[in-house]
């Protein structure tokens, strides 16, 4: 009943920027921490960002300055902006979330990727 659908993906020059949106649907009784990953070829998937229920962000170093993580409570959906994007971002991008259905323990639901190519 739940789904994160994710939006926003695509080519991208280097320097250039890209906004990333994750929507969350279905029965929903809250949201906690949200994140995104990313997973390369040959690579493990690795954590890009997080944000608390209270708002409280991390950011890996490697994106610190230069990705921004959001979410909006009233929509249920989680965002990244990706500025001064380089040829290493390119991965596909994962949402995952902390999410509660009514009367059930929250679970970690993962969004189903989208492309992010950063090329000249």
């Known amino acids: 009943q739940v789904q994160l659908v994710e939006s926003g993906g695509g080519l991208v020059q280097p320097g250039g920027s890209l906004r990333l949106s994750c929507a969350s649907s279905?029965?929903?009784?809250?949201?906690?921490?949200m994140g995104w990953y990313r997973q390369s070829p040959g690579k493990q998937r690795e954590l890009v960002a997080f944000?608390?229920?209270?708002?409280?962000?991390h950011y890996a170093a490697s994106v610190k300055g230069r990705f921004t993580i959001s979410r909006d409570n009233a929509k249920n959906t989680l965002y990244l902006q990706m500025n001064g994007l380089k040829p290493e971002d390119t991965a596909v991008y994962y949402c995952?979330?902390?999410?509660?259905?009514?009367?059930?323990?929250?679970?970690?639901?993962w969004g189903q990727g989208t492309q992010v190519t950063v090329s000249s």
């Open positions: 279905g029965s929903i009784f809250s949201i906690d921490d």
């Open positions: 995952n979330a902390e999410i509660g259905r009514p009367g059930l323990p929250t679970y970690y639901y």
């Open positions: 944000i608390t229920g209270s708002g409280n962000t």
